[in-house]
């Protein structure tokens, strides 16, 4: 049973020329919130320049000859949306129980497979007032210092476990710099392509008031993650869409974050 599940599906792949099938629009599920450069605009619209993580995904998709569809949702909304299939598609930050409830490219052990995702750092900025030293392990200065975040941020619940005092309170990046200089919080955790990201901006905005650790608090991936039932009607092309990620998509994101960020905020 299982050689002839592979044959077919090879018999698929080779009718195709793997990707170029017929593909169902994906419905892609992204934040409703203005959280640049990564997305942009605000409400169930989207923006003309929609962010440099909705653009990724739509190069991802084209590379399979699939279209998207945009479905803006709030953060904690996402995740259901996907297990519901009211969306066909996300990028999120998955670990191995997330194989249960979605379609995520795997290694031959069957476990996530990290080649065919998009690498990220979280990192901290802090302020240079509390002359903190600059190799300190954010994990442990956190236990004891309060740690903010974006509100939806999927790191926040993984941290609160590991004793870390997290505040999400605040939507985004903007306004938690503000309360990290206003003493609010003790420290501000942003995901990024690449740890030095950031830094230009920040030296641009707050001048020397703000410092990044060097450590990071994390190095993690983000899986672009199906409903099953999308996967099952479209496996070639969600192949070619993971295949593409391993092969172009950590550099092509990186090229759009940079692009983005000389766009006005």
């Not at 070619?240 to 692009?259: C, E, K, P, T």
Request: aromatic content about 8%; charged content about 20%.
């Amino acid at each position: 049973m299982r050689t002839a599940r592979v044959l077919t599906f090879l018999a698929v792949l080779l009718a195709c020329g793997y990707a170029k099938c017929a593909c169902m629009p994906m419905k892609l599920g992204y934040v409703n919130l203005h959280r640049p450069p990564y997305f942009l605009g605000a409400g169930s619209a989207e923006a003309v320049n929609p962010g440099a993580t909705v653009q990724l995904i739509r190069d991802i998709a084209a590379s399979a000859g699939c279209t998207v569809v945009s479905v803006r949702l709030p953060p904690l909304r996402l995740r259901q949306a996907l297990s519901n299939a009211d969306i066909d598609a996300m990028l999120i930050d998955a670990n191995d129980s997330d194989l249960i409830h979605f379609a995520l490219p795997q290694s031959q052990s069957g476990e996530l497979d990290a080649k065919r995702a998009i690498p990220m750092y979280t990192v901290v900025f802090v302020r240079a007032a509390d002359t903190i030293a600059p190799d300190t392990d954010p994990n442990a200065y956190f236990i004891s210092h309060r740690l903010g975040m974006n509100n939806g941020a999927t790191l926040a619940e993984q941290l609160r476990k590991q004793g870390v005092k997290v505040d999400d309170g605040a939507q985004d990046g903007a306004r938690n710099l503000e309360k990290l200089v206003r003493g609010r919080i003790d420290g501000y955790a942003a995901t990024m392509v690449s740890p030095a990201q950031m830094d230009a901006f920040i030296a641009a905005t707050f001048g020397k008031q703000l410092v990044r650790l060097e450590t990071p608090l994390r190095v993690h991936h983000f899986w672009l993650a199906f409903n099953k039932r999308y996967y099952e009607g479209n496996r070639p092309q969600v192949e070619a869409m993971w295949a593409w990620i391993g092969a172009h998509g950590h550099v092509r994101f990186v090229n759009l974050v940079a692009q983005y960020q000389r766009l006005p905020r």
